[in-house]
């Protein structure tokens, strides 16, 4: 069964860091791209970054150079380093796996809780 | 930065179909994906590829893309489908984008 399992989300200062996790298992996690996706309280999803097998990564302009996302296939993980946090960063942040094939994400994470507030 | 648009709303009696749209300029080049979004609940897939279902995704859910839109069909609409629905799609540079999400209310 695949599983996606989120953690290191928590309350912040505004221009702080966090690093969260994503562990992976139920299937081969160097074979996937992943992604991770935001989503403040009440609004929308918002794509935040991806990695692809080769270690590629993506960004939107709105956290490129704060954020940077990173794999390790050792430890089935995904990481998200997030630096010059702002009160706008506050949200559930979502692990996700996109299928081979784009066949979109097709699994997601329960999501972990970031805070950024004095 | 490119954006996907959605009605923000979309209300249907049981049995009826819902349709929901989603704009954008790039969507004539790039697949455009589909999630359903129940509160306090991760996304689910129901749509890839345009108009490819997942396994498991029940047969009243399908996609179809003309030119700049593409639009998400519930035929026979259940009280189970009350969900927010948000497109999904890149742009040429492989950054994905959210459309700004519809809340299908069954009446």
């Known amino acids: 069964e695949v599983q996606l399992v989120e953690s290191g989300g928590g309350l912040v200062q505004p221009g702080g860091s966090l690093r969260l996790s994503c562990a992976a298992s139920?299937?081969?996690?160097?074979?996937?791209?992943m992604h991770w996706v935001r989503q403040a309280t009440g609004k929308g999803l918002e794509w935040v970054s991806a990695?692809?097998?080769?270690?590629?990564?993506y960004y939107p302009g709105s956290v490129k150079g704060r954020f940077t996302i990173s794999r390790e296939n050792a430890k089935n993980s995904l990481y998200l380093q997030m630096n010059s946090l702002r009160a706008g960063d506050t949200a559930v942040y979502y692990c996700?796996?996109?299928?081979?094939?784009?066949?979109?994400?097709?699994?997601w994470g329960q999501g972990t809780l970031v805070t950024v507030s004095s | 930065s490119y954006e996907l648009t959605q009605p923000p709303s979309v209300s249907v009696s049981p049995g009826q179909t819902a349709r929901i749209t989603c704009s954008g300029d790039?969507?004539?080049?790039?697949?455009a994906y589909w999630y359903q979004q129940k509160p306090g609940q991760a996304p689910v897939l129901v749509i890839y590829?345009?108009?490819e279902r997942p396994s498991g995704i029940p047969e009243r859910f399908s996609g179809s893309s003309s030119g700049t839109t593409v639009t998400l069909t519930i035929s026979g609409v259940q009280a189970e489908d009350e969900a927010d629905y948000y497109c999904?799609?890149?742009?040429?540079?492989?950054?994905?984008?959210f459309g700004t999400g519809t809340k299908v209310t069954v009446l």
């Open positions: 996700a796996r996109e299928g081979v094939g784009a066949t979109g994400f097709d699994y």
């Open positions: 139920g299937f081969t996690f160097s074979s996937y791209d």
């Open positions: 990695i692809g097998t080769a270690g590629d990564t």
């Open positions: 790039a969507l004539p080049k790039q697949y």
């Open positions: 590829k345009d108009s």
């Open positions: 999904q799609s890149a742009d040429s540079s492989g950054t994905r984008v």
